[in-house]
């Protein structure tokens, strides 16, 4: 009974981390497009600048927002549980109000300190202007994140995963002409349409999704938004920390004596990291956490789905990585121009990190979905703290190496605190079978890091492309053994060729 239980849980996962993955793939395409354009048009520099202004507008939004952004996924899974459907609609209008509201607190906050944050950011107030512009953003920005919250609490995966490819599509149809035309001059009003238009795409797609109407008077939707707010203010405190971490980071590469594209390479390693790379658990998080919170009650249950959340990732993540050793130069020419080669120096080691993400990813998620919120706050703390001392400290020594190396420090040091903090209040573990695989998937990534530590390319790619190979086949073989792999693609065959 057990191990078909368990098969049927990594098959849910493999299913929702298919459909996100897919849906990642068309974001990266396009993304892949929109970045290269971007990258042409605004150079290193600009990209440094663009990515200065975009923490610098995320601090803003993490010290209004309240942190609904997150709490308003758990509140709508817990609502989902409700058998009564006015309350149901009740606490989906409490938060899409609530989040006006924070929405409208961001706008007045950038709009009445646009001078400071010209100067704090840039140096002068030349720019106050564009936080100006910026400013009804927050609102946008909130309301959107209310209507995404929805659709991820209520795992309505298909809906949120075709709402994201036609935002990204949108936004780079409307962005690239004006990065175009405007070059440094466009970044505000392209920030501007691209916030207006996932609005718009969002609110279509849970235009039709309250089922009751409601009446719920201004000081009730008070009253009854505070547990969603008390959630949301400490996870709100570990976002703006952790933004004014990655912001004082890239202060001090921005001011250091270094250059804007010293920046400009940093920002591009986030970006590869996070969003190409990270595509993964970006496409596990949507279904992983509102599953997470349904069963957070029951420790058994949890452990369960943990450790199947960690194989699944590890064993998808890790040929992606392989891969990316194998063939990096390429793609960040194709991502981007020659001129951000520079990255490949962060990469070496910073992609090995992402396989230790890929253990102690999950294990965050348990802390969350309990409602600890103290203890998640202690637990990010931690976590951006270690991650500013060794980032700065690292690159002022070895240079950009020393980021790409500090990320690996800092994953493997959480990685030990946040296991014992789950297996000392929760009594969870690692499965036998799910430490093999820990063990097998790092192994492979701290060959490729050492490769590309004492080889360079071209004579990295044959040993690169050996590995890649291996993992490929050693994930290959642990899927199959735990969902019948070949069967699961033929029934995706069967389905898709019904469609056509």
């Known amino acids: 009974m057990r191990n078909e239980s368990t098969e049927t849980s990594h098959k849910t996962i493999l299913k929702a981390t298919g459909i996100f993955a897919f849906t990642q793939v068309f974001k990266i395409m396009i993304g892949v497009i929109g970045s290269k354009f971007v990258a042409v048009f605004l150079g290193p520099a600009g990209i440094g600048i663009l990515g200065l202004l975009n923490n610098t507008l995320a601090i803003i939004g993490s010290v209004t927002g309240l942190g609904l952004n997150i709490s308003g996924v758990r509140e709508v899974a817990m609502a989902s549980t409700e058998e009564d459907p006015i309350r149901f609609s009740s606490r989906l209008i409490i938060l899409k109000r609530w989040s006006v509201m924070v929405g409208i607190t961001g706008f007045l906050v950038t709009l009445l300190f646009s001078p400071l944050l010209s100067r704090l950011t840039f140096g002068s107030a030349d720019y106050t202007i564009w936080f100006v512009m910026l400013a009804f953003n927050f609102i946008f920005s909130a309301v959107a994140s209310s209507h995404a919250a929805i659709l991820q609490g209520l795992r309505m995966l298909k809906l949120f995963a075709v709402s994201n490819v036609i935002s990204s599509f949108l936004v780079a149809v409307v962005t690239v002409p004006i990065y175009y035309f405007f070059r440094m001059e466009g970044i505000v009003p392209a920030l501007f349409l691209a916030s207006s238009i996932n609005l718009l795409v969002n609110w279509y797609f849970t235009r039709n999704l309250i089922p009751e109407k409601v009446s719920i008077t201004l000081a009730e939707t008070i009253a009854k938004g505070k547990p969603l707010l008390k959630i949301g203010f400490l996870l709100s405190l570990n976002v703006i920390f952790g933004q004014l971490c990655v912001y004082c ?252």
């Open 249 to 500: 980071i890239k202060w001090y590469l921005n001011g250091s004596g270094s250059t804007s594209e010293i920046l400009g390479l940093y920002e591009v390693s986030t970006v590869i990291l996070v969003s190409y790379v990270g595509m993964i658990f970006n496409a596990m998080g949507t279904d992983f956490y509102p599953r997470l919170t349904a069963i957070a009650k029951d420790n058994g249950k949890v452990r369960t789905l943990v450790n199947d959340q960690i194989e699944i990732a590890l064993l998808l993540i890790t040929p992606a990585i392989l891969f990316f050793y194998f063939l990096s130069p390429l793609i960040i020419e194709l991502l981007y121009t020659k001129d951000f080669l520079g990255v490949l120096l962060i990469l070496r080691a910073a992609l090995f990190a992402v396989i230790i993400k890929g253990v102690i990813w999950p294990l965050g998620f348990i802390i969350l979905s309990k409602g600890n919120n103290m203890l998640y706050f202690v637990q990010e703390i931690i976590s951006d703290l270690l991650n500013i001392a060794l980032t700065i400290g690292l690159y002022h020594y070895y240079g950009l190496i020393g980021i790409g190396i500090a990320s690996v420090i800092h994953f493997a040091l959480y990685g030990f605190y946040i296991y014992y903090i789950v297996n000392r209040n929760y009594n969870f573990s690692f499965r036998t079978e799910t430490l093999r695989i820990i063990g097998g998937t790092v192994f492979l990534g701290s060959l490729a890091t050492a490769v590309v530590f004492y080889m360079d390319y071209p004579y990295a790619y044959f040993p690169l492309g050996g590995l890649f190979i291996i993992a490929t086949l050693f994930s290959s073989r642990q899927l199959n053994r735990k969902i019948d792999l070949k069967s699961y693609l033929e029934k995706i065959r069967d389905k898709i060729r019904k469609r056509s």
